[in-house]
């Protein structure tokens, strides 16, 4: 399967929205935002990650104006600012798919922040910045599974969906990994299937008493090639 780079911003309306964990409550979100970005402006140094291969601060010049985004490693003190990016993408952009219910089962207002961070550190992602802002992040696991993939409700359309499946393609070849598996919302699965994945089956996972659908996609990467 061909993996197309220059042809994303149709899809890119689509958004990226997967995963399944709760957030911090909506009281917490603008001062988790404001240390979070704060944070996340420190420490630009160029980094080596020796699980993954994956060199900090890639940068791709996008076609929204002087922006640029950058793609880099994890880093603590991320995580209030990829809170921000989940939250803002799930219920600014998913809703658009899933019922109010659904939205606030998915994200809801009563998670602590401790949960978040520590998932947040156990998935080990990608984060994408623009002028200084984190506003996109994903993950690839050793397994070839991608848990989360978020693109913040602010900054849909500007490149960073694109720019994070770049990146998990290139590890995910660096790593020769087989295949690429994701269980992914009805939001994001035409994106998904822009980049070569299938839906393997439909899903009716149950989060919190409320069945918030999904589907398992699937990408077999041919000769270990992205």
């Known amino acids: 399967?061909?993996?197309?780079?220059r042809t994303i911003?149709?899809?890119e309306k689509s958004c990226v929205l997967i995963g399944a964990l709760a957030v911090d409550s909506r009281s917490q979100a603008s001062?988790?935002?404001?240390?979070?970005?704060?944070?996340a402006r420190i420490g630009q140094e160029k980094t080596f990650d020796t699980r993954s291969g994956f060199v900090d601060n890639q940068e791709l010049q996008t076609?929204?104006?002087?922006?640029?985004?950058?793609?880099?490693?994890?880093?603590?003190?991320d995580e209030a600012a990829l809170f921000s990016v989940y939250y803002s993408a799930i219920h600014q952009i998913a809703s658009r798919d899933y019922s109010t219910m659904?939205?606030?089962?998915?994200?809801?207002?009563?998670?602590?922040?401790?949960?978040?961070?520590?998932?947040?550190?156990?998935?080990?992602?990608f984060v994408i910045e623009a002028d200084g802002l984190l506003i996109a992040y994903a993950d690839l696991q050793e397994s070839g599974y991608i848990d989360h993939f978020f693109v913040s409700g602010d900054h849909s359309r500007q490149g960073a969906g694109r720019l994070l499946m770049e990146t998990i393609h290139e590890n995910a070849k660096r790593q020769r990994l087989e295949m690429l598996t994701s269980d992914v919302s009805r939001t994001a699965q035409p994106f998904f299937e822009h980049f070569g994945f299938e839906v393997l089956e439909q899903r009716s996972p149950m989060i919190r008493g409320v069945v918030v659908p999904n589907a398992l996609m699937r990408k077999t990467l041919?000769?270990?090639?992205a």
């Open 1 to 5: 399967m061909k993996y197309p780079s």
């Open 9 to 11: 911003a149709v899809c």
């Open 31 to 39: 001062a988790l935002l404001v240390a979070g970005q704060r944070r």
């Open 63 to 77: 076609d929204c104006g002087e922006s640029r985004l950058h793609v880099r490693k994890f880093r603590v003190g």
């Open 102 to 125: 659904q939205i606030e089962a998915w994200a809801p207002a009563d998670l602590d922040s401790c949960v978040w961070e520590t998932r947040i550190r156990g998935i080990n992602p």
């Open 222 to 225: 041919a000769d270990h090639e």
